[in-house]
């Protein structure tokens, strides 16, 4: 059977490298730097930006968008992201141009703010909760704390309107206050959170997971408590609060690709770029075994299609007869592949399983409530019953 070729959609960047200005006790991406040794400070050419916008807009259809991230993406400097810009008009007269930045918010200031908002930046500010939870392993390289400055940040960033989404690493400790995080991204003025599961190998014994490493029954019951609070908060039928992980599953639901690529049969929908141009098949798998290639001898198109990269996709479905059986295998195709990885003590079992069990069983019956009134909706709209242009029910499922 013929492969189906997979249109150039998307990519990620890390323009300054595994470069951080924070030492979070979780981050994976740090040790990173041992794959580039021959300088400690890493950073992409003017030269390799211009060949990545460049090959981005002639390979690609009509949308296009770049995630910047890092290690910490604002290290390049403002005026760096300028000339991104500059490249992106100069190169994608016509197209859709969507950025997105994850960003620890130590560097933003007004004028980043200015900066976003007028070129519609979608922005993950990393923030893990309120300060006991945040400063818990979000420190500086010093060990200092460093939620007072991002919420400075964050101010900023609200007051200017600019697109904004709070970015939640769940661990072993910030599991336990899943309502009191809610609660405070609410207050502080977030509607759209993502929460992202850490689970990482232990350094000092690699057959366990780390310590701070959320465990699977912790993760349920978090999943559960936070879409409960989400229900909680619908107003005339539709959602206040956008959560990243319940829309990618509404979406299975109703027959859609999930926006995650976590919750799809398949990785490799999109590639990585590293600072000099190396291309990987993820940002959890930039390593010598998944290097695709360099864009200054390579073509992005040709590195998605890749038979490296097929394989890499097809790693994903590589699940237990009880994965394929289960009934709510069609919902989370087995998760991420690398929290299989990172997780020593049953490598052929998805990390997260009896998590994602814990909380289909609890949310299915309003999912395919909602599912329902959704598809109905929309046979209303295609009928003419109800006007296309004042839709707005479950309008934040469908983007």
Known sequence: MKKAFKPLESVLVKPAGPDCNLGCKYCFYLEKSELYPETTMHRMS?????????????????????????????????DFFKKAIHYEQLYGKGKVVGNGLQTNGILLDKEWAVFLKQYDFLVGLSIDGPQHVHDRYRLTQNEKPSWEKVMQSAGLLLKRDVAVNAMCCVTSYSADFAEEIYEFYKQTGFSWMQFIPIVETDKVNPRKAADFSVTPEQYGKFLIDIFDLWLSDFQDGQPSTNVRFIDSVFHTYVGLDAPECTFRKECGIYVTVEHNGDVYSCDF????????GNIMNDRLIDMLNSPKQTKFGQMKSQLPRKCRTCPWYKHCYGGCTKDRIKDPRDSAMPRFCKSTIMFMEHADPVFKE?????????????????PGDSYNAFKDFTG
Do not use: C, Y
């Open 46 to 78: 003017d030269r390799v930006l211009e060949e990545l916008v460049k090959q981005m807009m002639e390979q690609s259809g009509q949308n296009v968008s770049f995630a910047w991230q890092g290690g910490e993406p604002t290290l390049m400097g403002l």
């Open 285 to 292: 798998f930039v390593e010598p075994k998944w290097k695709l």
């Open 370 to 386: 909602l599912a329902r009134q959704w598809k109905q909706q929309q046979e209303d709209i295609s009928k003419g019953s109800v």
